[in-house]
């Protein structure tokens, strides 16, 4: 079943993400009523009705294009946690963030987007990057690359002894272990700054913008799209203790996701150093 879904004509997942940011998340750009705005866990961690009727548009039409699948999206775990399971199940999954960069979104600024990736038995096999108010959409599919606006993009590589651009967890929201991590990359070339919307972030890397990315948290719709988005476009990822990341949990974090082996692994080094 999911083989023959991803051998077949994909642009539908495309339509359909372009459809639920029209109809429930651009109209609402700039437009923000202040009770459509709500704190979550605390005054950085916001939800919108916008976050809310997207993922569900985006649950509902992605269920109808893959018979059987189910789909973990962030507003729907967080109302009942146990979503967050079908991630180990035996069925298709669809990890959605309707809204990422929901305080960008909620300040009016164009710098969010729709991420939306298809994973089965933990393995990332296709993804979208959908910035609604810049109007680019990145996909990509395992094996075969990454595409921003239906053309190829590949990450390249930093040049050599260049300094190092790299998007990191913003320290206030990490714990005491977390911020030593961090504190690591703020070493001779390195030029650390915190993050925005993290499948931007990644949009950056893998276009060559940016040269890597180093995350303290593992929320699988925040990372799903971005991680095969950089590593089809011929870059790489990893944990702090050098295993590949996994959507499921249970990882050594920090994490970093890079242009390149190589920046991988001058990454690593920095966050090691300040553990």
Known sequence: ???EFLAGDL???EV?????AAAEIMPRYRRLAAHEIVEKSGPHDLVTTADRLAEEHLTAALSRLLPGSVVVGEEAVHADPKVYDALGGDAPVWIVDPVDGTRQFARGEPGFCTLVALAHHGVLLASWTYAAALDEMASAVRGRGATLDGKPIRSGSPAPGAVLKVAMSHPDYTTDAQKNALLGLRTDGIDARPCGSAGLEYLAVARGEQDAVAFTWEYAWD?????????EAGGAQATL???PFRITGGNA???TAARGEATVERVLKALREGV
């Open 223 to 231: 990372h799903a799209a971005g991680l095969l988005l950089v590593t």
């Open 253 to 255: 974090l920090p994490f």
């Open 241 to 243: 203790s050098g295993a």
């Open 1 to 3: 079943m999911i083989d």
């Open 16 to 20: 359909a993400v372009r459809a639920a």
């Open 11 to 13: 642009t539908d997942v």
